[in-house]
């Protein structure tokens, strides 16, 4: 088990420092962790807007071979096996995956687990403080009775305890400061709007209504936001779906008539988009109430570029070659 977390870390290795490199200049140009987080959102879903014009374009190619898949279904409608195999052999032939318009949701899972990290230590991913000096703060704050046992014990790994305390206690943060365990310049500040992005949203009315209802109320957007631009996205992405038109027509025409039914072949990567647009609103919803509420504020700029990516590809590029199609159809 230690081996695979090793190798887990390893292997994120360069995304830690890459992430973490790039948000570092961002907080030295613009000193606000919450813009922070906006513009590097911006650029890290602008730097994925290929792999989505790619997703189009295989998505379109998919819906080109729906006749002749449709026609192996027929051929063998009771041996799924020889189906699979020519269903295989077809995509291969011309270059198309079934999977392939799930890449950008496939990676957006992969380099959450770093984003994850660095929103949890950001003294340590972002502002380069060491894991020593860190582990000397925990211990330092722990002593003066400003942090519990247990966030000592995980301060390289979660470093908000840290910078809470250090930001409720001036002569606490002169004190490691002067001590030479940080520098003021290392320092992040995490406040955004009024709000502490540093702390985890709660649903729980003793947090919601209790002593500390000016900091966690106004939390609440950010689940909410998160939901809210979720639902759009996901409607935006199935509306500006290639195709969207013609694959409602041969349902509906299946509809109409029964000897039709099941000549349309199943299209995998659109089963696999149903599925995952189940669990990631899911999985953004109990990752904003389990994590700082600067990852909220990532997922909500992330459904936002998604929602413009969606629009600009779908008129750029995804209509003028349905358009085209349509054309040479006709």
Not at 138 to 150: H, V
Request: contains cysteine; charged residues 15%.
């Amino acid at each position: 088990m230690d081996l695979a977390v090793v190798s887990l870390v390893s292997l994120f290795d360069p995304l830690y420092i890459a992430f973490g490199w790039a948000m570092r200049f961002l907080y030295n140009l613009f000193d606000n962790y919450g813009l922070v987080i906006i513009v590097f959102t911006v650029v890290l879903r602008g730097l994925m807007i290929p792999l989505g014009v790619q997703q189009q374009k295989a998505m379109i190619k998919q819906q080109a071979l729906q006749g002749e898949l449709a026609e192996i279904q027929r051929l063998h409608p009771n041996d799924k096996a020889r189906q699979s195999e020519l269903q295989m052999e077809l995509y291969k032939k011309h270059g198309a995956s079934p999977l392939s318009g799930c890449l950008p949701a496939i990676l957006q899972l992969l380099i959450i687990w770093p984003i994850f990290q660095i929103f949890r230590a950001p003294l340590v991913r972002v502002m380069q403080v060491s894991t020593e000096n860190i582990t000397k703060i925990g211990d330092f704050l722990k002593a003066a009775s400003l942090i519990s046992e247990t966030d000592a014990k995980n301060a390289v790994t979660n470093n908000i305890p840290l910078i809470n305390a250090l930001n409720a206690s001036a002569s606490s943060l002169g004190q490691v400061v002067s001590q030479g365990l940080i520098e003021l310049r290392q320092f992040i500040d995490v406040e955004f709007l009024g709000m502490n992005l540093g702390l985890t949203p709660s649903w729980k009315p003793a947090d919601l209504f209790g002593a500390g209802q000016a900091e966690y109320l106004p939390l609440l957007v950010f689940p909410l936001l998160v939901v809210l631009t979720t639902l759009v996205q996901m409607r935006i992405s199935t509306m500006t779906m290639p195709n969207r038109k013609k694959k409602a027509e041969d349902k509906e025409r299946e509809k109409l008539n029964p000897a039709r039914a099941g000549q349309t072949p199943e299209d995998k990567s659109e089963s696999m988009m149903k599925s995952m647009n189940i669990m990631m609103p899911l999985f953004m919803l109990w990752t904003t109430f389990t994590m700082p509420a600067a990852l909220g504020l990532y997922w909500i700029i992330g459904n936002i570029m998604m929602i413009i990516q969606s629009v600009l590809i779908y008129f750029l590029f995804t209509r003028k070659l349905e358009d085209k199609a349509h054309g040479h159809n006709g």
